[in-house]
Structure formats: structure tokens, C-alpha cells
């Protein structure tokens, strides 16, 4: 950073605090004020100066404080040793980056890298006021004293230098060359300052009250009366004698900036320039200037004595109201005439021009035919039309001429708006009826709008020559040759007001709406943007294209500007709209833009904009955007996790007073953090260090591993993230000035959010491990059960089947027996008594029972004997019983059996349940069926078992109920109590079919 320009000079601390008189107007410059209001610690700015990475430090009544263009940041030094409070009083950056403060009562501190010493009375300084500081080439820095005296620091050394000691009486400044050399002026003499002695190179006719060394060479030296320039030598010249005064300019300090125009800073009457021969007065917040800097963007720093901090740069928008001669504040039209004049009218009715000398209200001329002016439009030709109120549609050219009245066809003695196309051809909107007329070569031609419809706002004529109309409740009509169309739009499901039209060159329409932002009409596509898009605001009331891609914008809130690129990629869903506002940033308030009538903004010849406000006309000058800076500076400030400092810029800078641990610091670029896994949220504050516009730079910002794409934050200095999950992450932000410079490198911070014990890598490969070894210890101990189990079941049905063998060998051999014994007995008891009768007596009836009893006690014993729980051995006893009870039937019987029959076993309750059911089917045939044949079938199936019994006997319905049926409805239920299925098929004179099917799955097999 430069050197601040460094003088002495008797300060007042009763200065007046009013604000610079009217006299002092500066019209080419503006002045942004920041107070404590906005974080200025003190009105009272006593050293400005920028750092090596772009800050500007701020050395105030209230203490130091550091600036990034929108956020002040105080230290406290109160916690050094030797210095008595807040107040610092001087503040200087030398050549080698030390920051050099001057404190009140005498301390001097000198911050260089991460330490900081404290200069007093120890040390060999006075206990005064400190004016200032200078440097010498070799880093030598001298201190000056409010009553004359200096000091000098050469590395340990401090030598003090009084008033009396060898030096001039008198005011004392000191200025740097940019050669390294040290001048001082004294009293009526200047000079150079070597090896701590004063050259005395010159002395004039009346006290040098300061001094500033001149870019070019020489020096810049002022006095009550003049502005002086010296080669350094003898030479001396007049460039300026102070402008008359009703008070005496007393000049305290001079500065010249990059362009060459020398600043002069004054103790009672504010801050004048001087440039080119010519000598202004530049408006401040206050007329004590106790400071003045500037920045590396060429913006002008002044510090004021109760008026906070001013930063002056040349002025992009000027304000025109009844101070620059208009009659009215609130301009209701404006058109520029082919003379490069500007005419206006007024929301009170009132016509005025642009002169050579100022405004002329030409409602009070004697010419004026009457009635009170709503809307003004110049045509090619050098023709001015004028609409009133009432009193119908005038032109002016040389004279007065009242074109159209009700003889001449208007529809409407009051007019609204004004659009002219061309030389011979005007288009008329009516005030009270719902029409539009085109005046053209003599001939009205009256266009009706749809009835109900509102005043007409707006009117354009776009690049093919169709005639745009905008009404106040929503509607968009477009005149094609002598065809009106409706064009309205629904927006949000309604037709809101437009305010603004506007045609650009590449065919589109642009509609400003009344809160619903901006509208594109182009090749027959309708878009919409609004402040959700980046748009500056969403009530539009004025749209005018500057001729270098950008267009400019009056709403509500003021004027701001956007460029045609953004706003085409907005409106294709392929960007953001970067809005430039201006107003208070150029030393202007807030601009409401007036809407209700065409014409509205214009450009003008010379390329001015011009945009009417109800504060009067906001003049604006796009060619100074072309001298924005380059891209600024962006910083990271600050990491938060939670609310609490995780990384810091510059936190290992001495002055900062931390609470705890110093924090990691972000200045180099090479933290990379570790943040704890459960937090909330992590904040990333961010700045650029840009004072040119500061409050118009744009952010976008992007977390690498989180966000897939750039995020635009427009004016926002902060990105927070709620519960990142654990990972390694980058945080990138780039920032962009007003005139559309981007920083594409930005600045980045990495970090890493570390995971819970759970999340650890080693953890869950622990517990895949744990759960692996849980899983096959679980899966081997159920198998080791399910193993017991069986093993339990296994010796159950072992034991039960050698119980139904004992079981099947005693019925078989005990009850057996005993029956085919009583049979035997019964057949001997007949033999015995002779008895030759052909019926049957009682002992050939127990001899039968008993053989029958025989057989079912057979039956039982095979079924019981789990030698016979097979699939085979249920086949062939099932094939054997069918013969055998068939042929004693007389039936014949046909069996097909699968041979072999397959070796699987088939539990015994299937078995039995099986055979019973064949059984019971070939005792109904036997019984009912009188069928002569008798066909029994067996298939194995990879499923289950399918058997067949059918007959060729007489049949039955099946579908029919058939009382006393209990034996077909005991073989369903059989076969469902093992799973199976019975289907009995059967018509009357078609025999009978019983399917059976015995799943295997379902039964263990």
C-alpha cells in the first residue's frame, strides 16, 4: 500500500459539524458515507490506509477497525501494555508492510508479521499528540508531533527532535517522493531531511501550511491564499489562488491521485480538486478533512472530523431536480429532440426543455395554447408532439400547431401516451376511452380495445415495426399493419399491470410488470424473470437498452441494470442474472422510477441514459462502467462450525484478542481442517476487496463433494451447510464487480468432516467381521438345534415304528390267531351238528364274521406296519385289494401300475388315508355302480402321486347334492387332511371318475 499523505497541523476539536455549504457542489463526483451506523467505530477518521492484501484500515476516534468495503472489523489494543485506550489517533503502512498506529497520549505501536511493539515514554517518546507518520527510503519512519515536535525510529534507535532543535519554527508537514526522499516544510521554508538533518532547499513570502510530493516530480505546496508546485529547487509556480470565500480556506493536506488531480483537504471547508486548470469543490459529510487516501481502484478516501468515512469517485448517475432548474421534482415523460434537447413533463401537468442555460417551463410561456401537458415525443423531422389533458394532441416545430381535435377524428380530447414511428405517423392512447389511434399522412385510424380496459402505460414499436400496447390491467396487444391481436399473458393465473415496454434489436419485446418482474416476448415465445432469477426487483416501470449489451431498469427501489446475456441465459433456464443497483453507492437515495404514460427512459445522442423518478431525472453515464478495476481480490474470512470459530483469516495478526486457542489461519491458503463429526451446521464467510461498488459484487460459491453445481448467491457474504456427512470437502467462491469482472480463481478452503466411531472404515469392518462371525456362530448353532431336533424326532419315530411293529406282529400273531381259531371252532361246531339247511346258520355266520374280521385285521397290520411306509408297497397292496375284491364282485378289473414302482418312502397316515379312499371308490362301484369293467391307474410325478379309479357303470351327477353321501365326502376329507386333492367326475349313463393327487412336498417326501 502507498503512503497516506502525512502532515502536522493544528486541529481544532471544536470544528464545525454542519454539512459543506451549497456553494461547495461538485457535480462529477459522489460521495458513499459510512458511519457508525454501519459499523464505523467513530465519525471521527483520523488515518486511512489499504494493506498488501486489499483491506482498508480505518483509524478512528473509537478505535481501529479493518474494511473489506461493506463490514468494518474492530481491535481493541487496549490489551497492550502502554496504551491508555481505544483512540488512535494516526495510523501509517510503510514500504515493508508494518502497520504503524499512533495512540493518544503519545504510545506508538508497530504491528509487523505476528508481533507487535509497544513505543513510550520508556522508550524515549514525548507524551503528545500525534499528527502523523513519514518513512525514508532506507525504512526509517518519522513521528510528528501536534505542537512541531518529531520523533525518528531507525530500527532500536529513537532519537526526538524539539522544536528548538535545529529546526524552522513553525507547522511542520513531511511527504515521501516516490524516490524514497523525505521533504519538510516549516513555516515559510521546505527541504529535504538527510541523516536526520533539514536541508533547507527554498523559503517563500507566507507559511506552508502543507505538502504532497507530485507523481511527475516535484512537490505540491499550499498556503492559506494558493496552490503552489516546486521542482524541489528554487523553482516555484502559481498553479491556483483559492476561490473567494466568506471564510479563509485553511489547507491542512494535499494528495494527488492516479490521474493527476491534486486533492486538498481543508480544517473548515471540506474538500476541494484540481485538475486541468479548473478548481471544485467536492461534497463530503462534513468540512473537517482530517484524512485522505486512495485505493487501488482509484477511489478517494476522505476521513472527516464527525462526518464518518467518504470514499469520492466519479459520479456514473447524476440526479436533475428542482436544484438543476427542473420546475417539478416528479417527471411523468421524457424524449430528447433531433437538437439533443430534453423535453419533460410533469405529474403536475407542466412542459419543459432543456436549454443552453438550464430548464425553461414552457406551460408559462405566453405561446403555450393551454391545458395541462401528460406526455411528450419528439419525431425525426425535429417535430415535438405533446399530449394534454382535455385540450387533445399538439406539435411543435418552429410554433405551436394544434394537429387533432375532435374534427380531426380523436377519439379522446385527453391522451395518455404517445408512440411516434416515423416523420408523418404518431400512435394516440386515450386517457378516458378504451382506444388507440394511428395518425398517419392526415388520416386517424382508430383501433377498439376490449371494453373495461384500463389506462395505457406503454408503448414500443419492435424491430419488424409492429406497435406494442400495454395496458394498467394486464393486457398486451400488438398492431400488425391494421390488425390488432391480443397477446396478454397469464401470469401466476392472472394479468398483472405493465408498467414499461421496451423492443431491443434482436426482435424481442421486453414488458416491465407491476411485481412480477420482467417479461420476454420473443419469436412467439412468452419467459418471465424475477427476483428468484437474480432481477434487482420485480416492479419495473421503466426499460431502456444502453447500446452495449446492457439494459438498464427503474422500479420501486431505484435504478438498476442488468446485461442482455444474463438475462437471455435466465430466460432459458441456463443462468443467473447478475442485477447492478445504483442509488446510494454514487451518493444518491433511492430512486422510485414513475410510471403511467409513454414515452418513458430514452438514451440519449451522446449516449446518456436518462430514466424520469419522482425525485426528478436520473442521469446516467454507461461509459464509466468501461473503467471498472479488474477482478477483486476474495477472500475467506471465517469458518464456523456451530456458531464457533473453527479457521480465521489472519488470525495469527497480533491485535486480534482471542477468547481462547488462536484459531488456524486461512491467510495462506493451506488449512486443511478436521471438523468434528454431530454438528449442526459450517458456516464460510467470504469477502472481495473491491470499494469501487462493493455493494454490488456477486458470489457464487460451490462445495466440492456436496453441490453439483456453482451456487449464486448474489450479494450474500455467507454459505452455510446443516449436517454435512463425513468426507473430504473444498469450498471454492469467486466473486464478480459491477461492470461484469469475475475472479475465476477465487479462493478455497479444504477441510474433512471426520465420522462418528461408527462410521470409521476400520469400525464397520469390525463389525462386517462381528457380524459375520455372530451370523455363522447363530447359523451354526440353529443348524446344531434343528440337528438335536431331528435327531430327537428320528429316535421318536424309531421308537414308534418299532411300537407299531411290536403292535402289527401281537395283533397278527395274538388276535389273528384267536379269530382264525374261532372261525375253525365254528366250522367244526356246524360239522358237528349235521345241519344241512340251505340257509346259513349261526356258526357259519361266526366263521365268516370271524374270516372277515380276518381280513380287516390284516388290513389294520399292514397299515400300522411301518415296513409298508413306501410308495411301492401302497401300490401293489392297493392293485391287490382291487383284484381281489373285484373278482369276487365278478367285476373285471384293469390295472396300470408304474413298473418299477420308485422306492420312496410315504408316511403312514398318507398311506393309509390313500388306500382308504381307493378302497371306499371301489365300494361304491361294487355297491352302486353296476359296472362291469374297472380301471385302476398310478403315475408318478415329479409333484406327487396321481391314481385313477374309473368305472362303466350307470354314473350319477356329481354336481347334485346326494343324500346320505357321507362316503364321497369322507374321501375329500381324507385327501385334504394329507394335503391331496379328490375330484369325483360322474354323469348319469357315463360311468364314474375318481382323480386323487397326493402332493410329495407337502407330506415330507
Not at 513570502?205 to 516530480?217: F, K, Q, T, V
Not at 463429526?677 to 456477486?698: D, S
Amino acid at each position: 500500500m502507498g503512503a497516506l499523505l502525512l502532515w502536522v497541523a493544528t486541529l481544532r476539536a471544536d470544528a464545525g459539524r454542519e454539512l459543506v455549504p451549497p456553494e461547495s457542489h461538485g457535480p462529477d463526483w459522489a460521495a458513499r458515507v459510512w458511519q457508525t451506523d454501519e459499523g464505523l467505530p467513530d465519525n471521527t477518521v483520523y488515518g486511512l490506509g489499504q494493506s498488501a492484501d486489499g483491506y482498508l484500515w480505518v483509524a478512528t476516534h473509537g478505535g481501529l477497525a479493518r474494511f473489506d468495503g461493506v463490514r468494518f472489523q474492530e481491535f481493541s489494543l487496549t490489551h497492550l501494555s502502554g496504551v491508555p485506550n481505544r483512540v488512535v489517533r494516526a495510523l501509517y503502512l510503510d514500504r515493508g508492510g508494518r502497520l504503524w498506529l499512533g495512540m493518544d497520549r503519545g504510545p506508538v505501536v508497530c504491528v509487523e508479521g505476528g508481533t507487535v511493539r509497544v513505543y513510550g515514554a520508556q522508550e524515549g517518546l514525548p507524551d503528545l499528540r500525534i499528527e502523523g507518520f513519514a518513512e525514508e527510503s532506507d525504512g526509517t519512519v518519522w513521528i510528528l508531533y501536534a505542537n512541531g515536535e518529531l520523533a525518528r525510529i531507525r530500527g532500536p534507535q529513537i532519537r526526538r527532535y524539539p522544536t528548538a532543535a535545529g529546526t524552522p519554527g513553525g507547522r511542520v508537514g513531511l511527504s515521501s517522493d516516490r524516490e524514497g526522499r523525505l521533504w519538510f516544510a516549516r513555516g515559510r521554508q521546505w527541504g529535504l531531511v538527510r541523516d536526520g538533518r533539514f536541508e533547507v532547499r527554498h523559503e517563500g513570502d507566507e507559511p506552508i501550511a502543507c505538502l504532497a510530493a507530485a507523481r511527475a516530480g516535484g512537490l505540491w505546496l499550499a498556503t492559506a491564499t494558493r496552490l503552489l508546485w516546486s521542482d524541489g529547487t528554487n523553482t516555484v509556480r502559481e498553479v491556483l489562488r483559492w476561490p473567494d470565500s466568506s471564510r479563509p480556506v485553511q489547507p491542512r493536506l494535499l494528495w494527488e491521485d492516479q490521474t493527476g488531480g491534486v486533492w486538498v483537504g481543508t480544517a473548515a471547508h471540506g474538500l476541494g480538486r484540481f485538475e486541468g486548470g479548473r478548481f471544485g469543490w467536492v461534497p463530503t459529510s462534513h468540512r473537517e478533512i482530517l484524512c485522505l487516501a486512495e485505493d487501488r481502484e482509484g477511489n478517494l478516501w476522505a476521513g472527516t472530523g464527525g462526518g464518518g468515512l467518504n470514499r469520492l469517485r466519479p459520479r456514473r448517475i447524476e440526479l436533475w431536480s428542482t436544484a438543476q432548474g427542473l420546475p417539478f421534482e416528479s417527471v411523468r415523460t421524457v424524449c430528447e429532440d433531433t437538437n439533443g434537447r430534453l423535453w419533460i413533463t410533469t405529474m403536475n401537468g407542466q412542459l419543459a426543455r432543456e436549454g443552453s442555460t438550464g430548464w425553461e417551463d414552457w406551460t408559462a410561456r405566453a405561446d403555450w395554447p393551454g391545458g395541462a401537458a401528460v406526455c411528450v415525443a419528439a419525431d425525426p423531422s425535429g417535430g415535438v408532439w405533446v399530449g394534454t389533458r382535455e385540450r387533445g394532441l399538439y406539435r411543435w416545430n418552429g410554433s405551436w400547431i394544434r394537429l387533432l381535435g375532435r374534427r380531426e377524428g380523436l377519439a379522446d380530447l385527453s391522451i395518455r401516451s404517445l408512440c411516434v414511428v416515423g416523420p408523418e405517423e404518431v400512435w394516440i392512447a386515450a386517457a378516458t376511452r378504451p382506444v388507440i389511434q394511428r395518425w398517419k399522412e392526415g388520416k386517424c385510424l382508430t383501433f377498439e380495445l376490449p371494453a373495461g380496459t384500463r389506462s395505457i402505460r406503454a408503448m414500443t414499436v419492435d424491430a419488424a415495426g409492429d406497435v406494442w400496447v400495454g395496458t394498467a390491467d394486464g393486457l398486451l396487444l400488438r398492431v400488425t399493419g391494421d390488425t390488432l391481436r391480443n397477446e396478454t399473458v397469464l401470469v401466476d393465473g392472472r394479468t398483472p399491470s405493465i408498467r414499461a415496454l421496451h423492443a431491443t434489436p434482436d426482435g424481442a419485446v421486453w414488458v416491465g410488470y407491476a411485481g412480477y418482474g420482467l417479461g420476454r416476448w420473443w419469436s412467439g415465445r412468452w419467459m418471465r424473470l424475477t427476483s428468484a432469477q437474480g432481477l434487482g426487483e420485480d416492479y419495473i416501470s421503466q426499460i431502456v437498452a444502453d447500446g452495449e449489451g446492457r439494459l438498464w431498469f427503474g422500479g420501486n427501489r431505484g435504478v438498476f441494470q442488468a446485461t442482455l446475456a444474463d438475462l437471455n441465459a435466465a430466460a432459458h433456464g441456463t443462468g443467473y442474472v447478475h442485477s447492478i443497483s445504483y442509488g446510494r453507492g454514487e451518493g444518491l437515495p433511492a430512486l422510485p422510477a414513475t410510471y403511467d404514460s409513454a414515452p418513458g427512459a430514452v438514451r440519449r445522442g451522446d449516449g446518456r441514459l436518462v430514466i424520469p423518478t419522482r425525485l426528478g431525472l436520473a442521469v446516467i453515464h454507461p461509459g464509466a462502467l468501461a473503467s471498472e478495476a479488474g477482478p477483486p481480490p476474495v477472500v475467506v474470512e471465517r469458518v464456523a462450525v456451530d456458531d464457533q470459530t473453527v479457521a480465521l483469516y489472519d488470525s495469527r495478526f497480533p491485535l486480534w484478542n482471542h477468547p481462547g486457542p488462536v484459531p488456524p489461519d486461512l491467510r495462506d491458503g493451506r488449512w486443511e481442517g478436521r471438523l468434528p463429526p454431530g454438528h449442526r451446521k459450517v458456516e464460510f464467510e467470504f469477502t472481495a476487496l473491491t470499494y469501487a461498488a462493493p455493494e454490488n459484487v456477486h458470489f457464487r460459491y460451490r462445495l466440492d463433494g456436496f453441490d453439483e453445481a456453482w451456487v449464486e448467491a448474489g450479494a450474500r457474504r455467507v454459505a452455510s451447510y446443516p449436517r454435512l456427512p463425513p468426507g473430504r470437502y473444498r469450498f471454492r467462491v469467486m466473486a464478480g464487480t459491477a461492470a461484469g469482472v469475475w475472479n475465476e480463481a477465487g479462493a478455497g478452503v479444504s477441510f474433512a468432516v471426520q465420522p462418528f466411531l461408527w462410521q470409521t472404515w476400520w469400525f464397520r469392518l469390525s463389525a462386517g467381521a462381528a457380524f459375520t462371525l455372530g451370523v455363522v456362530a447363530v447359523v451354526r448353532w440353529v443348524s446344531f438345534r434343528r440337528l438335536r431336533h431331528r435327531l430327537r424326532l428320528l429316535e421318536q419315530q424309531a421308537a414308534l415304528q418299532r411300537e407299531r411293529a411290536r403292535i402289527a406282529k401281537d395283533i397278527h400273531d395274538d388276535v389273528g390267531a384267536c379269530l382264525t381259531q374261532i372261525a375253525l371252532l365254528c366250522d367244526l361246531a356246524q360239522q358237528g351238528t349235521g345241519a344241512c339247511s340251505a340257509a346259513p346258520g349261526p356258526w357259519e355266520k361266526i366263521a365268516a364274521t370271524a374270516r372277515q374280521a380276518v381280513k380287516s385285521l390284516d388290513e389294520i397290520v399292514w397299515a400300522v406296519n411301518p415296513r409298508n411306509d413306501t410308495l411301492a408297497q401302497m401300490i401293489d397292496y392297493a392293485g391287490q385289494f382291487a383284484l381281489d375284491y373285484l373278482r369276487l364282485a365278478g367285476i373285471r378289473c384293469r390295472l396300470d401300475l408304474p413298473e418299477p414302482t420308485p422306492d420312496q418312502p410315504m408316511p403312514s397316515d398318507v398311506r393309509h388315508n390313500c388306500f382308504l379312499v381307493v378302497k371306499e371308490a371301489l365300494h361304491n362301484i361294487v355297491k352302486h355302480a353296476g359296472a362291469t369293467e374297472v380301471w385302476l391307474r398310478a403315475r408318478v410325478e415329479d409333484g406327487g402321486l396321481r391314481m385313477e379309479i374309473e368305472d362303466n357303470g350307470t354314473g350319477f351327477d356329481a354336481a347334485a347334492r346326494v343324500p346320505g353321501a357321507d362316503g364321497l365326502r369322507n374321501m375329500r376329507q381324507r385327501m385334504a387332511d394329507v394335503g391331496g386333492k379328490c375330484v369325483i367326475e360322474s354323469h348319469p349313463g357315463s360311468g364314474t371318475r375318481v382323480r386323487l393327487f397326493v402332493p410329495w412336498q407337502r407330506n415330507g417326501v
